[in-house]
C-alpha cells in the first residue's frame, strides 16, 4: 500500500514538474505524420531549383527570392527559419535526386520548387509519395496539374502555360498580324506543353501551323531541322519555349537558313536571362519572348528589388524571383497556421495538415497578386506581357 502511494505521488510530481517547465506532451494525430521540432531548433525548408549549369540564372534568381522571403520573416513562431538548398540540374535526374534527399531528412518541412518543369514530374511524385509538401515558383507545364496527372504534394505560384501559350497566339496574330507560325520544343514537359498550347491557340484564332518540330536540348547544330521548317512553310512566326543553350543556338542560327530571311523569332520565360543575350549576341536583337508580367507596382516588391540589389549586388536575373518570395511566404504561413506549440516551443507539424493549409491558401496577398489555390495547386494570379529584346535589354511591350 505504502508502495502504491509513493508511486502515485512520484506520477504527480512529475506531471507538476512537466506542467511547469512547459514540458508538456504534443500528441501527433495527423494522417501521415508529423514534424517535432525541438526548443532550440530551426524550422528547416528546404529548396530544389537549379543552381548549376548553364540556366543557372533560372534557379538563383529564384533561390535570392526565397531567401529574401527567409529575410524578411526573420524569425517563426520564436524559431529560426533555415534553408536547405539544393540543385534540381533542370532535368528530370535532378529532379529526382534532389527531391531524394530532401524526403531522407525527416526534419525538412516543405520545398520550394522546381525550377524546371522536367525535374518537377519526378520531384513531385518522390515529395507526395513521402508525405512531404511543395510549391514551384517557375513549373508552368499543364501537365503537373492537370486532373489525372497531379500530385497530392504539389503546388506552384507559376502560371499555368495554358496562359501563356495563349497569350504569345493572341499577341502574334493581333498584334504581329501573322498567319502562318512554326513552332519548336525539346521534348521537356515545359516547352512540349507550351508549344502546344501555343500551337492550338494560334490555330483556334485563325492561324496555320506550317510545322512543330521536336530538337534535342543538347544539340550543337540546328540547321537540319531549321531548313526543314523553311521548307514547310515558311512560317512568318516562329516560337521555340526552349531554355538558355538550345534557345540561343537556334536563335544564331536561323540566320543561316534560306527561307527563314524575315521570320519573327520568339521565345518564352526559359530564356529570359542575361546568359542567354550573352550567348545568342546580336541575333537575339528585335526577337520577342513571353513570360509572367513583372509589372507588379506594389510596395512591397519595391522592398523586395531593393533587398535583392543589396544583397546580390544586381537586379534580378530571371523571371520568377517574385513568385519564390511568394511560394516561400505561402509555406510559411501554413507552417504558422497549423503548427502545434509547446510552452517551451516545441514544435509539432502534420504533415496532412500542413498540405491542407496550402491547398486551402485563399485571398493571400503576395508581390504577384492575390493568391487562391485550386484543388490540384495552381495557385497563380496569371498575368503574361511580351518583351521584345532592344539594346541587350528585354524591354515590355506588351500589353
Known amino acids: 500500500m505504502k508502495r502504491t502511494i509513493f508511486l502515485v505521488l512520484i506520477s504527480i510530481l512529475m506531471v507538476m514538474g512537466l506542467a511547469a517547465c512547459g514540458g508538456q506532451a504534443l500528441e501527433c494525430t495527423d494522417a501521415i505524420g508529423c514534424v517535432e521540432i525541438a526548443p532550440d531548433d530551426p524550422i528547416l525548408i528546404a529548396s530544389s531549383l537549379v543552381i548549376s549549369g548553364p540556366n543557372t540564372d533560372l534557379g538563383l534568381d529564384s533561390q535570392y527570392g526565397v531567401e529574401i522571403a527567409i529575410d524578411f520573416r526573420g524569425e517563426l513562431l520564436g524559431h529560426a527559419i533555415e534553408l536547405q538548398p539544393e540543385d534540381d540540374g533542370c532535368n528530370a535526374e535532378g529532379g529526382q535526386t534532389s527531391a531524394t ?15 524546371c518543369s522536367g525535374a518537377g514530374v519526378p520531384a513531385a511524385k518522390i515529395i507526395s509519395d513521402n508525405g512531404y509538401a511543395m510549391v514551384s515558383p517557375s513549373n508552368t507545364a499543364p501537365a503537373l496539374t492537370d486532373p489525372e496527372l497531379h500530385e497530392a504534394g504539389y503546388l506552384r505560384t507559376a502560371h499555368n502555360d495554358k496562359v501563356q501559350g495563349r497569350a504569345m497566339a493572341e499577341y502574334a496574330i493581333n498584334e504581329l498580324g501573322v498567319t502562318k507560325a512554326a513552332a519548336i520544343h525539346d521534348g521537356d514537359p515545359y516547352t512540349e506543353g507550351l508549344a502546344s498550347v501555343f500551337s492550338e491557340a494560334f490555330q483556334e484564332l485563325g492561324g496555320e501551323m506550317v510545322a512543330f518540330e521536336a530538337i534535342d536540348a543538347n544539340a550543337d547544330d540546328v540547321i537540319a531541322p531549321l531548313t526543314t521548317i523553311a521548307a514547310a512553310g515558311p512560317p512568318e512566326f516562329l516560337y521555340y519555349p526552349v531554355f538558355i543553350p538550345l534557345g540561343s543556338l537556334i536563335t544564331k542560327q536561323a540566320q543561316e537558313v534560306d527561307g527563314l530571311d524575315g521570320v519573327i ?19 537575339a536583337e528585335g526577337m520577342y519572348v513571353s513570360g509572367p508580367d513583372l509589372g507588379f507596382g506594389n510596395e512591397t516588391y519595391d522592398k523586395f528589388l531593393a533587398a535583392y540589389q543589396e544583397k546580390y549586388g544586381t537586379e534580378p536575373t530571371a523571371p520568377f524571383h517574385a513568385h ?3 511560394a516561400t511566404n505561402m509555406i510559411l504561413d501554413a507552417i504558422e497556421k497549423v503548427a502545434q506549440q509547446a510552452d517551451d516551443g516545441t514544435l509539432l507539424i502534420g504533415r496532412q495538415d500542413l498540405r491542407d493549409a496550402l491547398f486551402a491558401t485563399s485571398g493571400m496577398t503576395g508581390i504577384t ?10 495557385c497563380a494570379d496569371p498575368k503574361i506581357a511580351v518583351s521584345q529584346v532592344q539594346g541587350a535589354d528585354f524591354v515590355k511591350i506588351w500589353p
Open 101 to 115: 534527399k530532401i524526403v531522407s531528412n525527416p526534419q525538412i518541412i516543405a520545398m520550394v520548387g522546381t525550377s
Open 265 to 283: 523569332l520568339a521565345a518564352a520565360d526559359g530564356v529570359q536571362s542575361p546568359s542567354f543575350l550573352e550567348a545568342a549576341g546580336d541575333a
Open 324 to 326: 519564390a518570395f511568394d
Open 369 to 378: 497578386g492575390t493568391i487562391t489555390c485550386d484543388q490540384y495547386g495552381d
